[in-house]
């Protein structure tokens, strides 16, 4: 019988990196240790424990790490809890990739880059920051404003510091909510820390993070001088089939799994603004 | 054309069973229903089934795969079978044309196999609509309900029934018969086409008017202040989506036996408050968002995606079985009544 | 009735003692009846006729939540649900005004389809006679030829709880024993009920129609949407599915179920869902004495209390055969 | 067929309250009391706790008989719960029984601590008498069978 697109193939988590106290990045390989599939950045899979449920992720790692896939999650639900819970080794299923991923090689191409996350929505930001390291001379340069509730949130905190941080025509500024004692960088909200930094608007701005972050920083960028083309994000919402059919993540016409999860801010503005 | 006898009809029954796998209305304690053919069962004659025809292709239950889980270590079975060959017989002009609108998601890229399966193994006899009920509207949706699509139509006029194959499928199915088949003319079905069609004029609901919806009107229903008086009586049970032909969401389970999981697929309702509850929150926190979705999907989102056909048959199903009598009909004529 | 009712609720809104009233309104159909919140502009749409059938009091839990007091039209059956309502604490009595109204016994147009009864597009009421306005002709029958079995079974008394009463009290003895088809399935043997329930309850189709429309049913998160219970479930996707549904469901409206008949008038399959709430109803009755859930705020469910000397599931289980 | 009868094994599931039946059961086991291992216990805090959705459940994953152990009236360690078991499981096996299940599948006894003689001949008779009935496929979920 021909493949059939619900029945996911199997997949092993080989390594659990704890970032946060509620963030844990898995890596995924089928269980003969290739990478499950290829993917855009910005894409995403579902992963499963049979008997647990399933659910959709966006994929962390790079389309250029050959080797293997990785998921930044959250604990927050059923499956999440389950996974924060299990030890490398485990198996789980996978199925992906869905969506329709970030232009990176359109209208990305050669583009200043402006990447703006608030806490867990530094995961599908982080396929496509790496994404464009990887091919440095596509890009012109990159700020990458991150922020969290404390400095223990902040996921990837060690690539952050350690590579992004290093690198010529990267910009890094990180922000936390509130201050702490050994916290020597800015503090303060995403949106108001994106206005004091002034960005010029020659960007393409990618803005992922919880509704009210995505809402402030909206007015924030306009504030600025962006407008609502450069902006994109990329949006969640319930889904079981990943593939358009099962009919629940829709925004008006528009199916956030298929026809999204990315969307450039000119386009939501057609749509209306709840589900 | 080929006719028969209308008292030969439980021998070209027989004859189809004994090939294959048959479906057919028949009349039961609570109305008509689907079932499998059994010696001695009869056609119902009622225009419509309380259950709609789309069960033969997306089944309310359906196994998708097994998991054997061992420790860590996980192993997937796939459970999928060939479908046996099946014929629906006696299948209405609206639900016919569910199918179309069911193919438009389940084989678009990437096509289900699950329903390509069955949809393959399957021959739909349909059948002209003498008896519209006051509620049935499929008119409005340019469905034909004198001339049924599929892949035989059928025609019962005075004593006999006339069959005419409308695709390959069909001519094989009909050939296959032909021993109980007689040559017939064309002429008593059109005259009876003209004689139904004139039934069809004389049905009461004609509110429908393409013009008031169109996908560039998507965000004025949206944002329509209606849908709270609309919504408002709304049970949020799944009845209407469960009758409805063309109501094709999904949801997927897992289910633990005694030894393994079950991974099954079974229809779920926009009308139910957990259909998009996700772990942190739920997107569509009242009735009505859910209630409006239900109905800018069929006529506003659907169409935008699909040339324009409308996610509706008209078969009349919701309005005689709402618990409260909420419906498409007068939703249409709430929201699409304003542009003038 | 119907111009006395919306007079009424004219005067009620208009001086101010309530902001909203809950009736019927009329659709397409003369049959096709939905409730509806009404204000002084469309007040003049308020119906009341046979096949306004929908009971309202359940609504009360939703529309107390929001501001102003909303008056309610209550049929018999409806104000035994608005007591077992009151009695359960569901809804806030301040923000209610009750007005009872008599009833002559509802009808469904499915039934009257069934009867061949085609095409309806008025009804004309009498107390013992209904006329039947149809494409093809007027019909006239006997109510009691017409009307709904549940209606046929009823008790038709009000229950003491109202802010007013509208119209003239009707005291009617049921037509018939509301006892006769559980008692004539208990006479039957265990393989002939077995087949009588799977045939009935194989068409289910989970469409919760049944529970939403309870007016007992109010719980904030149903026991059958929560995922953390081991029984959630969307579909019947098993024979077990369909049986253990529609126990737990009468079950946990045993002793708080009016018998209003509800369920079985919503079922899109014609299940007769009411037989499962009588049989605890009868058993209730014959174990523990004589109880009607709503008829009045003080006396203890009967699930939530007991006698120390009550009956052994042994003294009861097994002798209707 | 018959056969196939003599060899039948039911899984009977016993929900026992931990302050008598359990008790009970750890008693006749002490006492060198013999009942059949086809008894599978479920330890519950009273026999209160047992909800109808416990018993349907045994019967869906298998259980071809269900057997609910607690305290005598009068004797429950909270006061009343056995009260309330009594009422809820008179309607629940009416019901069951209503529906075409047979009433021998469901069982409602008190057993106290002290009385591990009862506890072995009472599981000995209901495993007996289910072991009769045959297995349990009115209530069985084919699901769990695969």
Redesign the interface.
């Known amino acids: 019988m021909k493949k059939e697109a619900l029945i996911p193939e199997i997949a092993v988590i080989t390594d659990i990196r704890i970032d946060t106290p509620d963030v844990r990045t898995f890596r995924v390989v089928t269980p003969d240790g290739k990478k499950p599939f290829e993917h855009i950045p910005g894409q995403c899979a579902m992963l499963s424990i049979p008997g647990v449920g399933e659910a959709l992720f966006s994929i962390t790692s790079s389309p250029t790490n050959t080797e293997y896939m990785e998921f930044s999650i959250k604990k927050c639900g059923c499956v999440t809890n389950f996974l924060h819970a299990v030890e490398p080794g485990q198996y789980v299923t996978v199925r992906g990739p869905y969506g329709n991923g970030f232009p990176v090689d359109t209208a990305f191409r050669n583009k200043d880059m402006l990447f703006i996350a608030g806490g867990i929505g530094l995961a599908p930001l982080r396929s496509v920051i790496n994404y464009c390291r990887h091919h440095r001379k596509d890009y012109g340069k990159i700020d990458i404003v991150y922020g969290s509730r404390s400095m223990q949130d902040l996921v990837d905190y060690k690539e952050i510091i350690d590579e992004w941080c290093h690198e010529d025509g990267i910009h890094v500024h990180l922000t936390i909510d509130r201050e702490q004692p050994e916290w020597k960088g800015h503090v303060g909200f995403v949106p108001n820390f994106v206005k004091e930094l002034q960005f010029d608007t020659n960007k393409t701005a990618v803005l992922c993070g919880p509704p009210i972050m995505i809402k402030f920083t909206l007015a924030g960028l306009q504030e600025l001088g962006f407008k609502k083309y450069q902006i994109y994000t990329t949006l969640e919402m319930k889904m079981k089939c990943g593939i358009g059919k099962c009919g629940r993540c829709n925004l008006g016409d528009k199916f956030i799994c298929k026809d999204g999860p990315v969307f450039r801010f000119d386009q939501l503005e057609e749509l209306p603004d709840e589900y | 054309m080929k006719k028969i006898q209308l008292s030969l009809l439980p021998k070209l029954l027989s004859a189809i069973a004994a090939k294959k796998a048959l479906y057919l209305p028949v009349d039961g304690k609570a109305g008509a229903d689907y079932k499998r053919y059994e010696e001695g069962d009869t056609l119902s004659r009622a225009c419509r089934t309380n259950r709609s025809a789309k069960d033969f292709f997306f089944p309310q239950v359906e196994d998708m795969a097994a998991f054997r889980v061992e420790g860590k270590k996980i192993e997937i079975i796939d459970t999928r079978k060939e479908n046996e060959d099946f014929v629906i017989f006696g299948v209405r002009a609206c639900d016919v044309r569910s199918f179309d609108i069911l193919d438009r998601v389940f084989l678009a890229d990437p096509v289900d196999t699950f329903y390509e399966n069955r949809r393959q193994h399957a021959t739909v006899v349909s059948l002209a609509c003498d008896a519209p009920e006051e509620t049935c509207f499929c008119r409005q949706f340019d469905i034909l309900a004198e001339d049924p699509a599929g892949d035989v139509a059928a025609w019962i006029v005075g004593d006999e029934m006339y069959f005419k194959a409308k695709t390959e499928k069909g001519k094989k199915l009909l050939s296959s018969l032909d021993v109980l088949l007689a040559d017939g003319d064309s002429a008593p079905v059109e005259k009876e086409k003209k004689h139904l069609e004139a039934i069809q004029h004389k049905l009461p609901i004609s509110e429908f008017n393409k013009e008031h919806f169109k996908p560039e009107d998507l965000m004025e229903h949206f944002n329509d202040p209606a849908w709270a008086e609309l919504s408002e009586a709304c049970l949020g049970c799944g009845t209407c989506t469960f009758v409805c032909p063309t109501c094709q969401c999904f949801d997927i389970r897992d289910f633990k036996t005694n030894d393994g999981v079950l991974r099954y697929r079974c229809w779920d309702s926009c009308m139910y408050s957990d259909f998009t509850k996700m772990a942190a929150e739920n997107p569509r926190h009242t009735q009505l968002e859910r209630f409006r979705q239900r109905f800018m999907h069929k006529l506003v989102y659907y169409p935008a995606n699909n040339d324009g056909i409308y996610g509706c048959v008209g078969c009349g199903r919701c309005l005689a079985k709402c618990p409260i009598s909420m419906n498409i009909v007068k939703v249409v004529k709430k929201i699409g009544g304003k542009k003038a | 009735m119907q111009k006395m009712m919306q007079d009424r609720a004219r005067e009620l809104l208009s001086s101010g003692k309530v902001d909203r009233v809950l009736g019927w309104i009329e659709g397409d159909f003369v049959y096709d009846v939905t409730p509806h919140v009404f204000r002084e502009n469309d007040i003049d749409q308020l119906i009341y006729h046979s096949f306004a059938s929908q009971n309202l009091s359940k609504y009360l839990v939703g529309e107390t939540k929001k501001d102003g007091v909303i008056a309610v039209f209550l049929r018999p059956c409806d104000s035994y649900s608005f007591v077992q309502l009151l009695k359960e604490h569901r809804f806030d009595r301040e923000k209610v005004y009750a007005i009872a109204i008599p009833c002559l016994g509802k009808v469904d147009a499915e039934d009257l389809r069934a009867m061949g009864i085609r095409g309806i597009t008025g009804v004309t009421d009498g107390k013992e006679r209904i006329i039947l306005h149809t494409l093809y002709g007027d019909v006239e029958k006997e109510k009691s030829e017409v009307i709904a079995e549940r209606c046929r079974k009823c008790r038709g008394v009000h229950a003491p709880y109202f802010d007013e009463r509208l119209g003239e009290e009707l005291t009617k003895e049921p037509l018939t024993d509301r006892f006769e088809m559980v008692e004539k399935l208990e006479k039957m043997t265990a393989e002939e009920r077995f087949a009588f329930w799977q045939d009935e309850l194989s068409r289910c189709i989970r469409c919760n129609a049944c529970r939403n429309v309870c007016p007992a049913c109010t719980c904030e998160k149903c026991v059958f949407d929560n995922a953390a219970s081991g029984i959630e479930n969307k579909a019947p996707a098993s024979s077990f599915e369909e049986q253990n549904f529609h126990i737990i469901r009468a079950f946990h409206v045993a002793g708080r179920c009016t018998d209003c008949g509800q369920c079985s008038r919503v079922c899109p399959q014609g299940i007769p869902l009411h037989l499962l709430n009588r049989k605890f109803i009868k058993d209730i009755n014959s174990c523990y004495g004589e109880y009607r859930a709503g008829a009045d705020l003080e006396e203890k469910a009967p699930l939530n209390r007991f006698d120390v000397d009550d009956c052994e599931p042994g003294d009861v289980v097994g002798k209707g055969e | 067929m018959q056969v196939n009868e003599e060899k039948f094994e039911p899984t009977i599931v016993a929900f026992c309250c931990n302050w008598c039946s359990y008790a009970g059961a750890d008693l006749s086991g002490t006492n060198r009391l013999q009942y059949p291992a086809n008894v599978k216990i479920i330890r519950v805090p009273c026999s209160c706790r047992v909800n ?2 416990f018993i ?2 045994a ?4 259980a071809d008989g269900v057997i609910l152990c607690g305290c005598h ?2 004797d429950c360690h909270y006061t ?1 719960g056995n ?2 078991t ?18 021998e599948r ?3 006894e008190w057993v106290s601590a002290a009385e591990g003689a009862k506890f072995a001949a009472t599981m000995n008779d209901f495993v007996a008498t289910v072991t009769k009935l045959g297995k349990n496929r ?9």
Request: aromatic share 12%.
């Open positions: 109808p959705m349907l459940r019967f869906q994953r298998g009236p009068g009343t009260y309330f009594r009422r809820r499981m008179t309607l629940l096996f009416s019901m069951l029984e209503f529906l075409g299940i047979e009433k469901t069982r409602l009115r209530l069985e979920d084919l699901r769990c069978k695969k």
